[in-house]
């Protein structure tokens, strides 16, 4: 028996089909759910009509569900007025709360309708405390809820509900948006309009690694997902132990919501390993914890470039820009403040990180002049020594 | 009467490539500190390099601005604040930022100038307004927005607005594609960016039909926006940016070069000649670039936008090297960019005005020893050329197969 009793089920319902499941199974075990709704013109993959919308929050809410409309498609000005004059149009009491990404949508309904809840999405980036504070400090108790990114570990999760004083909410099944376009992409391929309609598509790359990523292009531009969906229903627990008790469920694409509805659902109400089991073992598509355990995005960082090539402390010199082996190097003179002369002793920085200290026994112009001092901007020639190339850095020993 | 012109922001990967485009006429320049911008990869600026920089900059009426538009972690976060005192220090002119943390943290310990990087895909006028309140004084607008639309932007905030003129464009919006994150484990919003976009797919259409079509489908074509300068200057949009940190000193170059010739004759002539037009387009061509569009600066960009093709290096110029040191009558140093030959014809870019062809009637090393072939990463000298100067470009036509 699991203890997820206080985890609400947040999902998306685009079809009275998947209402109908929804209800029946509410009635047969208490959950705590939450319906997103959304349409065409507002939402970024959703099919449904405005009509069609409304029709699902008006059944939704006479069986006593929880209606969320969504506004998360991201708009050039002058499809944001189109956006806003279609919110302007509907009858937002209906619903307990609007979802949000585009900072102009938050501004928008902020303004003109401050009694309205937001659902802030800061799936996009917001990857620190102080960002997330902020972003509730300036919604103040309009903001129900913050629904956080997938890229972040269950230790910040747990760390972000530890402090934060807003409920959060994070996907646990369902796809992982990767790329988000205003462009048509793939409609220019198959040479015809999408009008109001949606192209679907799997691409594959021989540069990636990994094949098969879902594609879709509608209205609002060219969508791409990763090749595994995001499962963290094995999780349900340790998210409810870390005060995470919003946990959203997307199964819009081609997968059937109402085929895992009822295992999706006693796995919500604290029921058996077996249904787990059953979501997992019957998923078509491959799935990934993602970011859950750990986030070592930034690793590689290190590696791409040689920290040996660059200057280091106040006693920086310049950098050797030439080699004549046996005879002579070029050193650019760099520095901001250093006076160069013959006599002085020298260390040297390869770019394998190898050091050479040694005293500069002359120094010349390019035109052979014995030079006394050389300064900034100045190229000057000195003795050759060996071991030493190109881009390694100088500075007074 | 001088009239009014945009500011020509250019791109400054690297110490060099601040003097470089500097020097070919840029009114300010953005670049990267070590930590907290979009470029890992990137030689970026040292302390001493930044220091270095400014003072050259601002010695000669440029600005300066430092990217920190990562979508910094807790931990990326709890570095800032000794890295901004320093930025204080240097007396950097702003700072370009996405993340609404780091507009935090920037506000609560420094009093820098905040402008608002285009990875936040600012899009629209209650957008611009909610990032003016957070302390932006500059918005970078997202390159999904036309030019009519960032006019009525700046007008409805009196914003000062950026936006982007020139080119390599992200097809997804900017801070929205998160493919390396996921599928390379390096995060693309954090400067790991693989630019999986610029791969070749083959496409599956699953309901249309069964057939897989072959396409560079998520690669945009640069951005040229050139002979949108006249919408831009109407439009009083207040800063024309080039992209291109992780690009070469002729890139840096010669788009600085063109777009301040540009703006220069407008703000004496009050207006731009077709044939001047064409011979700045000409010029924009000889750099490595994709093929043109003018992306969504006119309309949103179409189909016409995607550059379908292999990423390739045809470009009709390379730099050849860079004037290191001009000894009057004497000789030239020039740092080896790409191999040249004795008796090739090479040009020479002047900071301002017309290119001058350079016959390599020698070439040598620094002690005088003649060669057959320049050596990529080496010092040559060559014959003098009057009027060239340190930091000058030289390139050459390049030969195709």
């Known amino acids: 028996m699991h203890n997820t009793k206080s985890i609400k089920l947040v999902t998306y319902i685009e079809n009275m089909g998947e209402l109908e499941k929804i209800i029946k199974l509410k009635k047969a075990d208490s959950i705590l759910i939450e319906m997103i709704v959304g349409a065409m013109e507002l939402s970024r993959y959703s099919k449904t009509s405005i009509a069609e919308m409304l029709e699902l929050t008006q059944e939704a809410r006479k069986n006593n569900i929880e209606v969320v409309l969504e ?72 903001c129900e809820r913050l629904v956080l990114s997938n890229e972040l570990s269950k230790e910040k999760l747990s760390e972000y509900a530890k402090v934060l004083k807003i409920p959060l909410e994070v996907l646990v099944f369902g796809r992982i948006l990767l790329f988000y376009s205003a462009r048509n992409l793939l409609s220019p391929l198959e040479k015809k309009s999408i009008e109001d309609g949606t192209i679907e598509a799997f691409g594959t790359s021989e540069e990636s690694p990994h094949s098969g990523f879902p594609l879709i292009e509608n209205r609002h531009g060219t969508f791409m997902f990763n090749v595994k969906d995001l499962y963290l229903l094995d999780h349900l627990d340790e998210l409810s132990s870390m005060r995470i008790n919003h946990c959203r469920v997307d199964l819009r694409f081609d997968e059937s919501f109402e085929k895992y509805a009822e295992n999706i659902i006693r796995l919500f109400t604290g029921s058996i390993l077996e249904s787990e089991l059953f979501v997992r073992k019957s998923y078509p598509r491959p799935l990934v914890k993602g970011f859950y355990n750990i986030n070592k995005t930034d690793v590689l960082f290190t590696k791409l470039k040689n920290k040996r090539t660059q200057r280091l402390d106040e006693f920086y010199i ?21 006076d160069v002369a013959p006599e002085v002793e020298i260390k040297m920085i390869t770019p394998e990180g190898k050091e050479k200290i040694v005293k500069l026994s002359w120094m010349k112009s390019s035109v052979g002049e014995s030079l006394a001092k050389a300064l900034k901007d100045d190229l000057v020639l000195i003795p050759y020594t060996s071991g030493v190339s190109v881009k390694t850095q100088v500075y007074l020993n | 009467m001088a009239h009014w012109t945009p500011e020509l922001l ?144 700046k007008m409805a905030t009196g914003l000062e607005i950026e936006m982007f003129v020139h080119g390599s464009m992200c097809m997804s919006y900017s801070g929205n594609c998160v493919i390396s994150n996921y599928t390379q484990g390096r995060d693309s919003n954090r400067g790991g960016c693989a630019h999986s976009c610029r791969f070749e ?19 945009s074509k640069d951005l040229e926006g050139i002979r949108m300068l006249p919408e831009f200057i109407e439009a009083r949009i207040d800063s024309l940016k080039v992209e291109g940190r992780n690009k070469s000193h002729h890139y840096a170059g010669t788009i600085s070069k063109v777009y301040s010739d540009a703006l220069s004759f407008y703000k004496a002539n009050g207006n731009f000649l077709s044939s001047d037009m064409l011979s700045w387009e000409e010029e924009l061509r000889k750099v490595s670039h994709r ?77 005088g020893v003649a060669l057959l072939k320049s050596k990529p990463g080496s010092i040559v000298k060559i014959p003098y050329i009057a009027g060239a100067e340190k930091f000058n470009i030289i390139r050459k036509r390049a030969q195709h197969a």
């Open chain 2, 291 to 367: 093929d043109y569009t003018t992306g969504s600066l006119d309309q949103y960009a179409g189909a016409d936008s995607i550059y379908n093709d292999r990423e390739q290096d045809d470009n009709e110029f390379v730099v050849s090297g860079i004037v290191l040191e001009a000894t009057v009558g004497q000789h030239l140093l020039v740092d080896v960019k790409s191999a040249f030959h004795p008796g090739d014809i090479l040009e020479v870019m002047p900071f301002r005005g017309a290119t001058q062809k350079l016959d390599v009637a020698f070439l040598q090393s620094l002690s």
């Open chain 1, 71 to 142: 506004w998360d498609a991201l708009n050039q000005e002058e499809k944001f007025s189109q956006a806003c004059a279609v919110i302007d149009r509907l009858p937002l009491h209906d619903f307990k709360a609007i979802r949000l990404q585009d900072p102009g949508a938050v501004e928008y309904i902020k303004n003109k309708y401050p009694w309205l809840k937001i659902q802030l999405i800061l799936e996009n980036g917001n990857h620190n405390l102080v960002g997330l504070n902020r972003w509730c400090e300036y919604l103040g108790e309009q």
């Open chain 2, 10 to 153: 250019s791109p400054a990967g690297s110490l060099e490539k601040l003097k470089v485009s500097v020097l070919y006429g840029a009114d300010a320049v953005y670049l990267g500190g070590q930590k907290f911008g979009l470029r890992q990869a990137s030689d970026n600026f040292t302390y001493e390099e930044l220091s270095e920089g400014v003072e050259f900059a601002h010695s000669r009426g440029s600005k300066v601005y430092v990217v920190l538009n990562s979508f910094l972690h807790d931990k990326d976060l709890e570095e800032l604040p000794e890295f901004l005192g320093l930025l204080e220090e240097l007396k950097v002119d702003a700072v370009i930022v996405s993340d609404l943390g780091v507009i935090s943290t920037i506000q609560k310990h420094s009093h820098l100038v905040i402008h608002l990087s285009t990875q936040a895909s600012c899009l629209n006028i209650e957008s611009a307004k909610l990032w003016q309140k957070m302390g932006a004084q500059r918005i970078v607008l997202g390159r999904e927005v036309t030019i009519k639309e960032a006019a009525k932007i």
């Open chain 1, 318 to 338: 310049g950098e050797i820009v030439d080699v004549e082996r046996d005879q002579q190097m070029a050193l650019l003179i760099k520095s901001n403040g250093l």
């Open chain 2, 201 to 219: 797919y083959s496409i599956d259409f699953k309901l249309e039909s069964n057939e897989s079509k072959k396409a560079y489908f998520m690669s």
